[in-house]
T-cell receptor, first 115, second 110 residues
Framework: EPEVTQTPSHQVTQMGQEVILRCVPISNHLYFYWYRQILGQKVEFLVS????????KSEIFDDQFSVERPDGSNFTLKIRSTKLEDSAMYFCASSEAGLSTDTQYFGPGTRLTVL | GNSVTQMEGPVTLSEEAFLTINCTYT??????LFWYVQYPGEGLQLLLKATKADDKGSNKGFEATYRKETTSFHLEKGSVQVSDSAVYFC?????????FGAGTRLAVHP
């Protein structure tokens, strides 16, 4: 069964450093998403991406964040200058289309720890 | 804005007990509703969904019915197993994003 994969599973970085989290969505899916879950809190939407453009983003997704689909398979989330409060589990997801009825399939997550 | 409220956990049950996890939502329009499950050390997996009022989603013995009149989508299972121990998230779709509840941890002991 096709699945979303994410690397690395755990990333430790120093405050102020840049990090890139990587995701490989399911191959025939067209919409891609990033969510995050700060320890003990809700899963929060960050951004959705379609046709090489951001289609929607949340207030959390400020200028420190960017997303890219650098090739036909990878989807990345970059945090330019990490802060302590960026420590969280980051989930990538994909769906066939962007309909509200569509199922979003999630990857296993990358745990980001900012020291 | 739209939101999801779940009952607080943890919920602790004995094997074969009946499970209910309450979920209510606030939404404009008619969102689709989802239950996701997160097993220890894993990502979010879709458990079931319902896309319109009175729809019942079901999977692996779990059920939930989309109740528009009470704005609810409660998760039920008639007889839980130890392997059902996990965190359960209720969510609704708003545009192209999911809005999640806080999650309810379920612990089932033999």
């Amino acid at each position: 069964e096709p699945e979303v994969t994410q690397t690395p599973s755990h990333q430790v970085t120093q405050m102020g450093q840049e990090v890139i989290l990587r995701c490989v969505p399911i191959s025939n899916h067209l919409y891609f998403y990033w969510y995050r879950q700060i320890l003990g809190q809700k899963v929060e939407f960050l951004v959705s991406f379609y046709n090489n453009e951001i289609s929607e983003k949340s207030e959390i997704f400020d200028d420190q964040f960017s997303v890219e689909r650098p090739d036909g398979s990878n989807f990345t989330l970059k945090i330019r200058s990490t802060k302590l409060e960026d420590s969280a589990m980051y989930f990538c997801a994909s769906s066939e289309a962007g309909l509200s009825t569509d199922t979003q399939y999630f990857g296993p997550g990358t745990r980001l720890t900012v020291l | 804005g739209n939101s999801v409220t779940q009952m607080e956990g943890p919920v602790t049950l004995s094997e074969e007990a009946f499970l209910t996890i309450n979920c209510t939502y606030t939404a404009t329009g008619y969102p689709s509703l989802f239950w996701y499950v997160q097993y220890p050390g894993e990502g979010l997996q879709l458990l079931l969904k319902a896309t319109k009022a009175d729809d019942k989603g079901s999977n692996k013995g779990f059920e939930a019915t989309y109740r528009k009149e009470t704005t609810s989508f409660h998760l039920e299972k008639g007889s839980v197993q130890v392997s059902d121990s996990a965190v359960y998230f209720c969510a609704l779709s708003e545009s192209r994003k999911l809005i999640f509840g806080a999650g309810t941890r379920l612990a089932v002991h033999p």
